[in-house]
Antibody, heavy 116, light 108 residues
Framework: QVQLLQSGAEVKRPGASVNLSCEAS????????VHWMRQVPGQGLEWMGM????????SFGQRLQGRVSMTRDSSTSTVTMELSSLRSDDTAIYYC?????????WGRGTLVIVSS | DIVMTQSPDTLSVSPGESATLSCRAS??????LAWYQQKPGQPPRLLIY???TRATAIPARFSGHGSGTEFTLTISSLQSEDFALYYC??????????FGQGTKLEIK
């Protein structure tokens, strides 16, 4: 069974950066892209970007270009997403999920709170 | 960017009845559309991909239709566990994807 295990909740100051991890198990790590989405509590889903674990190629949503990056570590089957220059409106639950286009397995999410 | 617009924002339906949720794309997305269900405190769950193909273990009461710019998700014989949030997502503009704003399906 495919599982995506996400790192724990984070509290950050405005202007800081946050690194969130997503460890895959139950399937070949390089088989599917890993995507990141976020959801402000009570609001909808925003697609942030994705990474190809096979070669590290990335694509990011227009809104977050320049503030988001993604890397992968094949030795630990882990993808890491970094979001920099945090603002209060980055407070959200961050999800990783796998897929090419549609997303068939999701992590349980990581809450990030940005507050002074 | 392709904008996905779902309607209505909230749909009130009685258990046992059917519900039809709509999703409109601002541009042609062919059949590259997925539907997800999300319950409080949980991540989204894939229901439908390719506009009409049910994902693994999804009951037959969930059905998706449409292509191009107009899509629907129909849930027949609503069960208590079906009352949740539903999102559509287009993946035609790979590698850039967008979600709709969601429809809340609530008990009438």
């Amino acid at each position: 069974q495919v599982q995506l295990l996400q790192s724990g909740a984070e509290v950050k100051r405005p202007g800081a950066s946050v690194n969130l991890s997503c460890e895959a198990s139950g399937d070949t790590f390089t088989t599917f892209y890993v995507h990141w989405m976020r959801q402000v509590p009570g609001q909808g889903l925003e697609w942030m970007g994705m990474i190809n674990p096979l070669n590290g190629d990335t694509s990011f949503g227009q809104r977050l270009q320049g503030r988001v990056s993604m890397t992968r570590d094949s030795s630990t089957s882990t993808v890491t997403m970094e979001l920099s220059s945090l603002r209060s409106d980055d407070t959200a639950i961050y999800y990783c999920a796998r897929g090419y286009g549609f997303l068939d397995f999701w992590g349980r999410g990581t809450l990030v709170i940005v507050s002074s | 960017d392709i904008v996905m617009t779902q309607s209505p924002d909230t749909l009130s339906v009685s258990p046992g009845e059917s519900a039809t949720l709509s999703c409109r794309a601002s541009q042609n997305v062919r059949s590259l559309l997925a539907w997800y269900q999300q319950k409080p405190g949980q991540p989204p769950r894939l229901l439908i991909y390719g506009a009409s193909t049910r994902a693994t273990a999804i009951p037959a009461r969930f059905s998706g239709h449409g292509s191009g710019t107009e899509f629907t998700l129909t849930i027949s014989s609503l069960q208590s566990e079906d009352f949740a949030l539903y999102y559509c997502q287009q993946y035609s503009t790979w590698p850039q994807f967008t979600f709709g704003q969601g429809t809340k399906l609530e008990i009438k």
